[in-house]
């Protein structure tokens, strides 16, 4: 349907056509990159000597093969909803927040320190104060590369990844130390449980962790489409010098989307600790930094897209473990399937010459490396 | 006329790009020794056909003949292996390195393993002694004029024995009599036997120079000539194919109140050096300030600190009567300041927005296109179907995104947008560059008429032509500094040229 | 602007350029010639243990500067090492020859190094986007075929060399060490050689500044770019090999542990140029040989922050120097031909 067409256009027929063809053009190429990585991971296991039609099936049996299943890859999926919205949304303004990692760290284990920490409190305010510092937590965390880039032009991919093993060590420290667990028989570094008025609990076997997850989506959407913060934030990852001449305030927006994706990957690490795991145990999430990033690549960096590609991720996951167990495949093959996907989805000349799909040409095309070096 | 006279013949030439045939069955002959000009509008094919001449594009047909003799020609070392050489518009210099690294790129002298530099540099010595070319081979590009840039050029070309020189708009940078000072190497060089290939959009040149003319429209060659045989009315004609109005027709200018004031401006680069020395002027309403001046004085850090885009180490700057504070686009923009600037893809647009957003870029955030940080989108609809009817942008629909259209129709999409707000100053930073006649009169009427309206206009551009036309009164812009200001009828062309090159008004005699 | 024109007495503009830096060296090796007087043996080892922890961060900088100076952005050089490491491991217990397993790294880093060159110069992928995508799999491929329990023939060891070795302070830094060691000093003055003073190096560089330029000499710019990429994901393949082969003998899973990216801090910090990020990886290898002589002078820091030196180095450098650095004009722009 050509531009004309489509702005001429008033039956309602047409425009539920006009709806669907829309859809299909933002997931074309994901579907087909996850195919594809699907394939060589097949090809892969049969290399290594294992049944991919049982690895797979096991795979898919340990993700939605039953209503706990489910309920794990609900779980599993919502600190990556998370994890993709912070990194989509830094995508917007043309940043690479590969630190999602270390903010959602920071995040839950400001949540648990709130959620252990601070007692005789209700847990209509227990619980949104816990999350409200990690929210916190993983802004104050994002402002620091974000910063560092105004104010000196470092490239935060580099420095968000020294700040994701920074995170690591620190958090660490704290759940090996002032923080750790001195209830009776424990010798493991993590932080005594939180109270129950800090939970999050789940209802009728969906986590309401999830919930929040696409409330926060739908929020981000909102930001990006519908404000006046959204257009600045996507003019800088567009155009920066566009971006000055129309007056916004680059370095400002800059920090700015960096806290507000901080803020999300943090809420990300304290619905992990408030809904899930109960306390802050370091290595509970190892590796959610690039897991981010693919998620939102594959989301095709819309709020959106990150949902689907999350309950993928996350089915992945939950179903890895069972594939491991009946099918005897290490867990890492999961790993490399999702390199694949993300190389697929970013080649998607590759995905489009394979399968003769035309580029519909109002893609926005932003360049993450634009501001290396360059200030 | 036998073929071996023929230093260069292509036949048939014809090159498609994805919607655009930009070479038309070309046919073009070079004769030995003598200087060919190939003239025609923006994007009427001769960059294309000169590019396919080197070897940087191939053909889709044609056939091309060196010395009468049948050539293939399929990338640059063909090209450079028949005798052609190319100084394109956009130098091809590596800044960083030096002249003689340069010279030998792709021709390296080696010693063994390393690269002798020592003989490079002696045997350019040589070559620019003798085309009296000078040209120190030690010295690093970047540091050097560009006037002296466009001489390594042509030297990388003598060094591979070029008997064929193309030069691709060489005087777009150059000063007036920088020209005269190229034109003498020109005559100089095809004394010894180098024929020239010279592109270029400017008439006056063209009649001066050349030995010959060929004339492109729109991909396809509309006639040959000499300068015998007609004169810049008739050339305008065969360019654009139609009666072209070579001066802008307008009022004598009625100034009243100072709109702009600038006193003792001084502005740093980043490593601490002046580029605007303490320059003081004035622009009233209803009249055109033209600064003129080549690229590269400090017109460009001008119009940034003008325009809130960088600051200032002093001076002041006032609006209206209120000083301005430097850095703040978008206060000056509300204090009723329009600017069409200089590079319309990296400032003045976000391709891949719609038209609609694009004509918003600057008032977004305000009523009705904005409450309280929510967009409207219905008010950016309707202002877009408004100005695009109001400004002739060429478009299926406002909703496309800005990249789609023609440089001309995105040019008209920032003007629409600048002066579609009510305009006190207004900063036209070389408004027409790369544009086509229409494009050019078009914008040419725009101006006039902002300034008919009670405007103050600061027209900043490199074409002479232009601000000699459009511009009250004209400013000339050297090292920084304001050499001279003056009515527009007060000054000859030649004055001004020697004032852009550096002389003081009292050193020329009137 | 003027005295390009003329040519200065070529001490004075040594002075000129490196004037700052001398003074420096200077003033490090008269600290370190103190510190020798005063403890020789502590001295020497806490050196020692600077020249090994700076070999892969001097090599990854090799690969990451060659890289850039083609114009092209590797960010995927800890992947690159990540896998080579494990294949030179693997490589190693297939075989048991040492050789030849270091062969296996240096080809698994090539191999890399022409993945990431059809990502960035062919595919004209986002070459940020391209060296995440090599991060990944190397972790993933490399965590996925491991298998614990596996047994090799060692590792290499210290070859001294001869009388050199004997030399007070420097013998045993320098010349007492093993293979992979001394190849990545080389490796530094060949790089700089060649890179500077060949018609292959003039070639490079004015590939990564004004690629354009060069394509119209007739330099193929694809060529240019797909062999220093590869030749640089070579050297970072010997920079796994390493780990596995020399520093530690064994493969672990994520045993890089953020070395690649330290390596990009490192040749930032050399500016782009071999000998500089030789310098700048020593002053690494130091801060990392620190934190073992802080935990031994029983500084009673948590292990964990002693841990982190590193990382907030980097940061730091990368804060003061990235904006004081000139980066190849062309970097990370995939060329187009028109």
Redesign the interface.
Known sequence: MSAEQKATSNSGQHQERGWLYKIWQQVNIPLAAVFFALLIGAVLLVISGANPIQAYAALFDGAFGSMTALGRTLEKATPLIFSGLAVAFAFKAGLFNIGAQGQLLFGAITAAAIGFGVEGLPAYIHAPLALLGGAAAGALYGAIPGALKVYTGAHEVITTIMLNYIAINITDYLADGPWKDTSAGNIIARTPEIHETARIPAIAGIPLGFGLAILAAILVWWILSRTTLGFDIRTVGLNASAARYAGIRVGFTIILTMVLSGALAGIGGAVETQGVVGRYQPGFNAGLGFDGITIALLGKTSPFGVIPAAILVGAMRAGASNMQFTAGIAKEIVDVIQALMLFFVSADMVVRWIFRIRESGEEEKITLSSGWGHQ | MSDETLALEVRNITKRFPGVLANDRVDFKLRKGEIHALLGENGAGKSTLMNVIYGLYSPDEGEFFIDGQRAEIKNPHDAIHAGIGMVHQHFMLVPVFSVAENIILGAETVKGISLDLRTARRRIRELSHEYGLDVDPRAIVEDLPVGIQQRVEIVKALYRNAKILVLDEPTAVLTPQEVEGLFRVMRQLTERGVSIIFITHKLKEVLEISDSITVMRRGVVVGSTTPAETDEQGLAEMMVGREVLLQVEKEPAQPKDVVLSVEDLTIHDERGVDVVRNISFEVRSGEILGIAGVQGNGQTELVEALTGLRGAASGRVTLNGEAVPFEKPRHLTEAGLSHIPEDRQKHGLVLSYSIADNLVLNTYYQPPFAHHGRRDFQAVAENAEKLVEQFDVRTPSPMVPAGNLSGGNQQKVIVARELSRPVRLLIANQPTRGLDVGSIEYIHKQIIKERDGGAAVLLISAELDEVKSLADRIAVMYHGELVAVVQADEISKSELGLLMAGSTREAMTH | ?QN??S?IPTWKYFWHRYGLLTGFGIFILALILFFYFQDSEKTIAVLAASVRHSTPLVLGALCGLMNERAGV?N?GIEGQMLMAAFMGYMVNVWTGNLYIAILGGVLTGAVMGLFHAF?SVT?K??????G??I???A???T???YQTGLTTEGKFTAIPLGPLAEIPLIGPVLFDNPPITYAAIVLVFVVQ?VLF???WG??T??VG??P????????NVYFMRYANVILGGAIAGLAGAFLTLEAVGSFERNMT??RG?IA??VM?FGKYTPLGAWGAALFFGFTTAMQTQLQFAGINV?H??I??IP??T??LV???F??R???P?A???PYEK?
């Not at chain 3, 992928?125 to 391209?130: P, S």
């Not at chain 3, 354009?212 to 330099?219: K, L, P, Q, S």
């Open positions: 602007m390009s024109y040519s952005i960010i990502m595919l992928l986002d070459q940020i986007i391209g995440t995508v991060n990944i799999l972790l993933g491929l965590g996925y075929f050689f003073r060949t018609k003039l070639r560089r004015a500044e004004h354009r330029a060069a394509d119209t000499v007739g330099i542990n953020g990216f990009l801090a930032l948590p964990q922050f841990g982190m990382y907030l980097t940061i990368l804060a003061g990235v904006g650095t000139r980066v004009a970097d990370g722009v028109e």
